[in-house]
C-alpha cells in the first residue's frame, strides 16, 4: 500500500489509485481516451462518454455537478426475487450501501461493490484505435443458494454538443432503434447545434450504439418508459417493466437501457459485457459490435489496452529515493498530459474539447522522450491554423470550421519555442524545410511560420519597446488591461526575449538568414534593455501596464502587488543581470511560497477591476487571483532549478506534488494521482484546497521539469546532457530513456551526497564527455558519479 490516506491509497507499483470509500471530498475521476473517442468516469460512477470531440460531440448526457455526481452510466443490479435494486455505480444509489472500491488505473477503470451476498465489479476502457468504450463487468454470487439477477444498463443520450439547454426541442431529432438479434440499441441525431466536420452541417454524422453480450430480455429507448413518470433513477420502472414495444422510435426522450438475466449458482462467477460507442455508419456500429462485445473479445481487448499505454509511456522511467517522484513522473504526469489534455482535452471541471494553440503545444512537450513523431505532426498541426502575419487560432476545433482567433499576445510565440524543444530531442532539421498551408492562404516552410510568428512578436512593441499586452497574454484573466494596444507586459517581454534567442541560436547554427539572425538580436538587445529599465520596481519585476498607464505588480499596488511569472521567467529567459533575477526571486520567495505551492499574484483582488480584467472578478484566493495557478507554479521549480537551488526546486516540487501525507488530504480535497489546475491561496477560507482536476497545463511541465531540471537528463542540439538538480541525501537513481533512436540507460551515482555537480560519466565502461551521442539502435549504458 502507497501513500495511504483515509480515501486510499496508490497500488504497489504507482501506476493504479484505489479510492476505499465513495466519500471523498470531490468526484475522483480517470480520463479513458483515444484520440477520437473517450470517456470520463469519477470513482461513484459520474461521467459521459463523447466521440470526436468532448464539448461539440457529447454521446451522453452530463451534468457538472460536484456535490451530487449522480449523472453517469448506469449498470444496475436487481434480483427480482427480493425485489431488491441498486447500480455497481455507487450513485445514485448510494443510500443502499454495501462495499465500495474504485480502483483507477493507466486506460481503465474499475467500480466494485459488494451488496445483498454479490460482488459487482466494472472494468471501464477504451481501446486504443476505435471509436467505443467497453464495460466488462463480473458478477459473483457469494450466498449459498442459487439466485436470479438483472444486470441492467441505463444511459442518456445526448448526440450533440453540450451542454444542450433545449432538452425538448433536441429530443425531437434524435431517434433510437432497437436490433434484437445483435442486441444492440441504435441512437441517430438529426439536426446538432454546432458547424462540423468542416461545414456547417445539420447532421450529427454518427450512428451511436449500445450493445451487450447476452441476449436482452428487455430493451428500452425511451426515458418516459425507463424512468416513470416522477421516478427517478434510484428506483426507474424499466427495472421490473416487460419489454415495452413503442419504446423506440422518434417520439420518445431518447435514452438507452438493455437488461439481461442471470442464474448463479453459489460462488459462482459470470461475465457479461456491454459496449458503448458511435461509428460513421450502421454497418461499422455493427461491426464493432460483432469485434468487441463478447466476453473473449472484451477481455482481450482489455490486455491490449494496458499494453497499449504501457509502450505509450514507457520510453523514459525513473528510478528514485522519493517514491512520489516514480509514481508522478513514471505515470500519472504523462498520462494526464495525454489522456486528458492531447486526447479527451477535458476533465470534471472543464470540458473544453478544442485544441488551445498555447495550451496543446505546451503539452505536446510530454511527446518529446516518448513518441517525438506526435510533437512533430502537433507542430505542423499548429503551423496550419497560423494565418501569413503570424496570427493564429486561439482555440479550434480539428476537421472543422470551428476556430476561434484573438488578439491575445502570446500564443502564436509558443510555436517556435516548442518547435526549439522538439530540434533539441530529435534533430530532426529537415522538419524546417517541410511544407505547411497558411490557414488564409499560401503555403510556408515550419521554419517560415515559426519566423512569421518571430516577426509578429517584433511587431506589436510600446513606444518604450516593450511587448503590448493586447486581449491577454497567458494569463487570460488580464482581459482587459491591453485591449486598446497600449497596455504593455513584462511576462510576454521575458518570454518573447526567450525565443528570439533561441530562434538566434538555431539559425546560427543552421548558418540560415544571417540578416534575420541580426535582426533578432538587435531586438532582443533592446529588449533586455527596456525591459530592465521600464520593468523593475526596484526589489521585483512588474507584471503589466494598461491601457491608462496604470501599473500592475509593483510594490505600490493595494491588490496584485507581486505576480509569480514576472519573476520565474527572467530567471527563465535570462533576460536580467544574475543579481537581478536572485533578488526578483527573493521576492517572489518571500511574498509568493507557500507550502501549497507558489501563489500566481499577491494579495488577490478584492475589487473587481474592469481595466484589468475578469480575474479581478474571481473571488481573492482563487485560480488566476491570487492562488496558486499550477501551471504557473510549475515554472517556480524550473525557476529554482535553472538558479542551481536544489532544495527549493524539490520544495516547489514536494508543494504541488498532489501525493499529500495523510493528513493533508481531506483539506487538498482531491484527486492524488493528477495536478489540480489551481490550489486555494491564503485570501480563501481552505488555503491549499485543490481544484479543476486534469484538465491543466501544468502536468506536461511539471513532467518535463522534474526529468529534464530535477533528474537533470535533458536534450540539447548536440546531444544529452546529465545535470542533476537532486536532494543531496539521494545516493542515486536511474533514468532509462529513448534517445534519437539508442535505448539510454543511466545510473547517477551521488557517493558524497552533493545535490548539483558531475565529477565522472562513463558510457559502457569508457570515460565520456557531455552532450553524449549515441549510435541509433543501440542501448549504452551511462553512469554518472555526482
Ligand atoms: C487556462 C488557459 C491557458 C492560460 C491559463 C492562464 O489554463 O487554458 O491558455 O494560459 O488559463 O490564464
Known amino acids: 500500500m502507497r501513500f495511504p490516506t483515509k480515501y486510499g491509497h496508490f497500488s504497489d507499483d504507482g501506476s493504479a489509485y484505489i479510492v476505499t470509500t465513495p466519500d471523498t471530498p470531490r468526484p475522483w475521476a480517470n480520463v479513458l481516451a483515444n484520440p477520437d473517442y473517450g470517456m470520463i468516469l469519477s470513482h461513484t460512477g459520474g461521467g459521459y462518454s463523447w466521440v470526436f470531440s468532448s464539448k461539440i460531440s457529447m454521446l451522453t448526457r452530463w451534468n457538472q455537478d ?86 441492467q444498463s441505463y444511459l442518456d443520450w445526448l448526440c450533440d454538443q453540450w451542454p444542450d439547454a433545449h432538452r425538448e426541442f433536441h429530443r425531437t431529432f434524435l431517434e433510437t432503434a432497437y ?195 506526435r510533437a512533430r505532426n502537433h507542430l505542423k498541426l499548429c503551423c496550419g491554423v497560423q494565418h501569413r502575419d503570424g496570427s493564429v487560432a486561439h482555440w479550434w476545433f480539428p476537421d472543422t470550421n470551428i476556430k476561434h482567433r484573438s488578439n491575445c499576445s502570446d500564443d502564436f510565440l509558443w510555436l517556435p519555442l516548442i518547435l526549439t524543444q522538439y530540434l533539441k530531442e530529435t534533430a530532426d532539421v529537415a522538419l524546417l524545410d517541410e511544407r505547411v498551408a497558411f490557414d488564409d492562404g499560401g503555403q510556408g516552410t515550419v521554419l517560415d511560420h515559426a519566423l512569421c510568428a518571430v516577426e509578429r512578436g517584433l511587431q506589436r512593441l510600446s513606444p518604450r519597446g516593450l511587448p503590448l499586452l493586447g486581449d491577454c497574454d497567458w494569463n487570460d484573466g488580464l482581459s482587459s488591461a491591453g485591449d486598446q494596444m497600449r497596455g504593455e507586459s513584462i511576462w510576454l517581454a521575458h518570454f518573447l ?8 541560436t538555431l539559425l546560427r547554427r543552421l548558418k540560415r538568414d544571417g540578416p534575420r539572425a541580426r535582426k533578432c538580436e538587435r531586438a532582443a538587445a533592446a529588449l533586455r534593455t527596456a525591459l530592465n529599465k521600464y520593468g523593475w520596481d526596484g526589489q521585483w519585476f512588474w507584471r503589466a501596464t494598461t491601457d491608462e498607464g496604470a501599473v500592475l505588480g509593483a510594490h505600490a499596488c493595494r491588490d496584485g502587488r507581486i505576480f509569480l511569472n514576472a519573476q520565474t521567467w527572467t530567471v527563465i529567459a535570462n533576460s536580467a543581470p544574475s543579481a537581478r533575477q536572485q533578488q526578483a526571486m527573493r521576492a517572489a520567495r518571500r511574498l509568493l511560497y507557500k507550502p501549497y505551492g507558489s501563489l500566481l499574484l499577491y494579495p488577490g483582488y478584492t475589487v473587481p477591476d474592469p481595466r484589468i480584467g475578469y480575474l479581478t472578478q474571481y473571488a481573492s484566493g482563487l485560480r488566476e487571483n491570487g492562488g496558486v495557478y499550477t501551471h504557473a507554479a510549475v515554472w517556480s521549480v524550473l525557476a529554482e532549478a535553472l538558479l542551481h537551488d536544489a532544495p527549493r526546486a524539490f520544495d516547489r516540487f514536494a508543494a504541488l506534488c498532489p501525493i499529500k501525507p495523510a493528513r493533508q488530504a481531506e483539506r487538498y480535497a482531491c484527486e492524488p494521482y493528477v495536478l489540480p489546475g489551481n490550489i486555494d491561496g491564503p485570501a480563501s477560507p481552505t488555503p491549499g484546497r485543490g481544484g479543476w482536476t486534469w484538465y491543466t497545463g501544468s502536468a506536461a511541465w511539471l513532467f518535463h521539469v522534474l526529468n529534464s531540471w530535477i533528474l537533470g537528463v535533458r536534450a540539447t542540439y548536440d546531444g544529452l546532457i546529465i545535470d542533476p538538480c537532486i536532494p ?59
Open 66 to 151: 460536484m456535490v451530487g455526481d449522480a449523472d453517469g452510466k448506469l449498470v444496475y443490479v436487481s434480483e427480482p426475487a427480493r425485489k431488491k435494486n441498486w447500480t455497481i455505480n455507487w450513485n445514485p444509489c448510494a443510500d443502499a450501501g454495501g462495499d465500495f472500491c474504485c480502483t483507477h488505473g493507466i486506460g481503465h477503470s474499475t467500480l466494485e461493490r459488494t451488496l445483498d451476498d454479490v460482488h459487482a465489479r466494472m472494468t471501464c476502457f477504451v481501446p486504443p484505435g476505435d471509436p467505443l468504450e467497453v464495460w466488462l463487468v463480473e458478477l459473483t454470487n457469494l450466498s449459498r443458494a442459487t439466485r436470479t439477477l438483472h444486470l
Open 179 to 373: 436490433t434484437p438479434k445483435t442486441r444492440t440499441i441504435c441512437a441517430r441525431k438529426r439536426k446538432c447545434d454546432v458547424p462540423h466536420e468542416g461545414q456547417t452541417s445539420p447532421w450529427w454524422p454518427y450512428t451511436a450504439f449500445h450493445a451487450v453480450s447476452l441476449a436482452p430480455t428487455y430493451a428500452c429507448g425511451d426515458r418516459a418508459a425507463f424512468l416513470g413518470r416522477n421516478r427517478t433513477l434510484r428506483d426507474p420502472q424499466g427495472l421490473a417493466a416487460p419489454q415495452d414495444k413503442n419504446a423506440f422510435g422518434r417520439y420518445g426522450d431518447a435514452c438507452a437501457s438493455l437488461r439481461v438475466a442471470v442464474k448463479l449458482a453459489p460462488r459462482a462467477t459470470t461475465t457479461v459485457v456491454f459496449v458503448l460507442g458511435a461509428a460513421r455508419t450502421g454497418a461499422q456500429a455493427a461491426s464493432l459490435v460483432r469485434r468487441y462485445g463478447s466476453v473473449d473479445a472484451a477481455r482481450a481487448a482489455l490486455a491490449k489496452t494496458k499494453k497499449h499505454w504501457q509502450v505509450l509511456l514507457g520510453s523514459l522511467s525513473c528510478a528514485t529515493p522519493d517514491k512520489r517522484v516514480d509514481v508522478m513522473a513514471n505515470h500519472w504526469l504523462k498520462y494526464q498530459a495525454i489522456a486528458g489534455r492531447m486526447f479527451a482535452k477535458t476533465g470534471y471541471y472543464q470540458n473544453s474539447g478544442a485544441f488551445g494553440f498555447r495550451d496543446q503545444l505546451q503539452d505536446s512537450q510530454v511527446w518529446l522522450p516518448l513518441a517525438p513523431e
Open 497 to 504: 526575449y526567450l525565443v528570439l534567442n533561441e530562434m538566434i
Open 728 to 786: 543531496a541525501a539521494w545516493p542515486r537513481y536511474t533514468v532509462a530513456r529513448l534517445f534519437r533512436g539508442a535505448r539510454v540507460r543511466i545510473t547517477v551515482k551521488n557517493p558524497r551526497r552533493v545535490s548539483r555537480g558531475v565529477r565522472s560519466v562513463t558510457v559502457d565502461g569508457r570515460p565520456a564527455k557531455m552532450p553524449l551521442t549515441f549510435a541509433p539502435g543501440t542501448s549504452p549504458v551511462v553512469v554518472v558519479t555526482m
